[in-house]
Nanobody
């Protein structure tokens, strides 16, 4: 059974940094695209960042470009999201996701596996 488990969320002041980790088990995702999404109360789940499974190319939502960095470690079967210069509007539950394909997608429905989410709260 496949599991994705996020960690690293918490409370941080605006302008601060947090790092999120996603540990995968049950299968290897070395050739799979992995992504991070977030969902704020009353809003739809939105794309944050993704990294492809073939050439490790990275993609970011405009709202986080230049502030967030996605990475992966295939040896550990993990993905990470480093978040800097956090803003109050970054407050949300952050989800790790993986898809069977290697290509990137910003659409939640393109992803086959999801973690339970981790809360990130940015105080202003």
């Amino acid at each position: 059974q496949v599991h994705l488990v996020e960690s690293g969320g918490g409370l941080v002041q605006a302008g601060g940094s947090l790092g999120l980790s996603c540990a995968a088990s049950g299968r290897t995702f070395s050739s799979s695209a992995m992504g991070w999404f977030r969902q704020a109360p009353g809003k739809e789940r939105e794309f944050v960042a993704a990294i492809s499974g073939n050439n490790w190319r990275t993609y970011y939502a405009d709202s986080v470009k230049g502030r967030f960095t996605i990475s992966r470690d295939n040896a550990k079967n993990t993905a990470s999201l480093q978040m800097n210069s956090l803003k109050s509007e970054d407050t949300a539950v952050y989800y790790c996701a993986a898809r069977d394909g290697s290509g990137y997608s910003p659409l939640p429905r393109a992803y086959d596996y999801w973690g339970q989410g981790t809360q990130v709260t940015v105080s202003s």
